[in-house]
């Protein structure tokens, strides 16, 4: 049977971070305010046939298919939230599964950094896909699993305060984000990113 990792609905995409995952992605492009769905299954070839399923049962667009040998990311999204949660719907019902069988996220690194040194943010900013950082700002750091619950932390840390979205990964073994700005606002950021990852329910993922 296959292991549901990652199940998380967005209910609507913040600006940032829409543009932040159009600038990696490879399929459809999100806009700002549509809902989403991040799915992640093991083993990962099953994501081809959870597509095909998805895209047939109504009507979504999907932005992101990854397929490696143990696992396989899907994101979908819709200006219609009904729509992405059917197509959810439709994936659960082919695995036999439900939405409580996912694994539970954990956040395994959560890091906040003050008044950045020049070359710290040159180094940070190399490496992003969003915003840069600037020299005195705050970095705040998230590392999770499964890596696709990272994406609701990013959003979520959009929704509660003014900060920037320098970075976010929602596939391999660990997701990550990176935010900057200023100090008072990475405070309420990363309190909302972590929040939203313990506020995720699900089963203790099994060992490998």
């Given at each position: 049977m296959a292991e549901l990792r990652t199940y998380v609905f967005l209910d609507s995409l913040q600006p940032q971070f829409a543009s932040f995952f159009a600038t990696v992605s490879q399929g459809y492009l999100p806009i700002a305010g549509q809902a989403s769905l991040f799915i992640e299954i093991a083993p990962g070839m099953d994501i081809n046939r959870m597509t095909d399923i998805a895209l047939k049962a109504t009507n979504v667009t999907p932005g992101m298919q990854i397929v490696e040998r143990t696992f396989g990311m899907l994101e979908l999204h819709s200006d219609s939230q009904a729509d992405v949660r059917a197509a959810g719907e439709a994936i659960l019902n082919?695995?036999?599964?439900?939405?409580?069988?996912?694994?539970?996220?954990?956040?395994?690194?959560?890091?906040?950094?003050?008044?950045?040194?020049?070359?710290?943010?040159?180094?940070?900013?190399?490496?992003?896909?969003?915003?840069?950082?600037?020299?005195?700002?705050?970095?705040?750091?998230?590392?999770?699993?499964?890596?696709?619950?990272?994406?609701?932390?990013?959003?979520?840390?959009?929704?509660?305060?003014?900060?920037?979205?320098?970075?976010?990964?929602?596939?391999?073994?660990?997701?990550?984000?990176?935010?900057?700005?200023?100090?008072?606002?990475?405070?309420?950021?990363?309190?909302?990113?972590?929040?939203?990852?313990?506020?995720?329910?699900?089963?203790?993922?099994?060992?490998?």
């Open positions: 082919e695995l036999g599964l439900k939405e409580e069988d996912r694994v539970k996220p954990a956040v395994t690194t959560s890091q906040v950094i003050r008044h950045l040194s020049d070359y710290h943010t040159q180094l940070i900013n190399r490496m992003r896909h969003g915003n840069m950082i600037l020299p005195g700002q705050t970095l705040y750091v998230m590392e999770c699993a499964p890596a696709g619950y990272a994406a609701i932390a990013a959003n979520e840390a959009e929704k509660a305060a003014n900060i920037n979205i320098l970075e976010v990964r929602t596939v391999g073994a660990f997701g990550r984000i990176y935010l900057g700005g200023e100090e008072r606002d990475i405070e309420v950021g990363y309190q909302a990113a972590e929040a939203a990852i313990q506020a995720i329910t699900g089963k203790v993922a099994s060992k490998k």
